[in-house]
């Protein structure tokens, strides 16, 4: 139980584009979704929290629009890197809330050239 | 804020010896406390965790840590590692009353069969 997919592994942009990832809870519902971003050999920083039904709460320095949250239903939650700048490049790791225990999903590798 | 600190971060060692990795956080209150791997190429996975209870917690694959509040300490042991426990290892913190995660920087292990 407890699986987080996230679609899609890899993306490969132009600078200037716009690029989705979505993020869902396969077989458990999840208010809470978390957004986090993860640089070559560092941890996990926290980008935000993404709440179904209301406004996602960003991390301090993190800009809202540029990393723009949708969480529609309560196994999906979306993440949309608008105007993608090559510094956007990263590894982005959602995880979902299941009885008060983070799951993660497996993360979307994004390239803008 | 909370804060996690991990430290050696790179441990290299034989298989079939001991491993102890080190966790200690900020937070003075009630805490949650995790301890996370990543294979290679692979997601972030839980090992074990605490709410409470017993401070000898046991997860999987071997791996047990230990919650010592007057040290704010969890530190993770393996008493026989193997050359497959070759990992990245993170121990994340969250306050009781709020699901979001610190992170430490994470140990990388490695396991030399």
Sequence with gaps: ?113 | AQSVSQHNHHVILSEAASLELGCNYSYGGTVNLFWYVQYPGQHLQLLLKYFSGDPLVKGIKGFEAEFIKSKFSFNLRKPSVQWSDTAEYFCAVNDGGNNRLAFGKGNQVVVIP
């Excluded at chain 1, 987080?4 to 132009?14: A, D, E, M």
């Excluded at chain 1, 050999?41 to 629009?65: F, I, P, R, W």
Aim: proline share 4%; hydrophobic share 35%; glycine share 6%.
């Design chain 1, 1 to 113: 139980g407890a699986v987080v997919s996230q679609h899609p592994s890899w993306v490969i942009c132009k600078s200037g584009t716009s690029v989705k990832i979505e993020c869902r809870s396969l077989d458990f519902q999840a208010t809470t979704m978390f957004w986090y971003r993860q640089f070559p050999k560092q941890s996990l920083m926290l980008m935000a929290t993404s709440n179904e039904g209301s406004k996602a709460t960003y991390e301090q320095g993190v800009e809202k629009d540029k990393f723009l949250i949708n969480h529609a239903s309560l196994t999906l939650s979306t993440l949309t890197v608008t105007s993608a700048h090559p510094e956007d490049s990263s590894f982005y790791i959602c995880s979902a809330i299941s009885k008060e225990t983070q799951y993660f999903g497996p993360g979307t590798r994004l390239l803008v050239l």
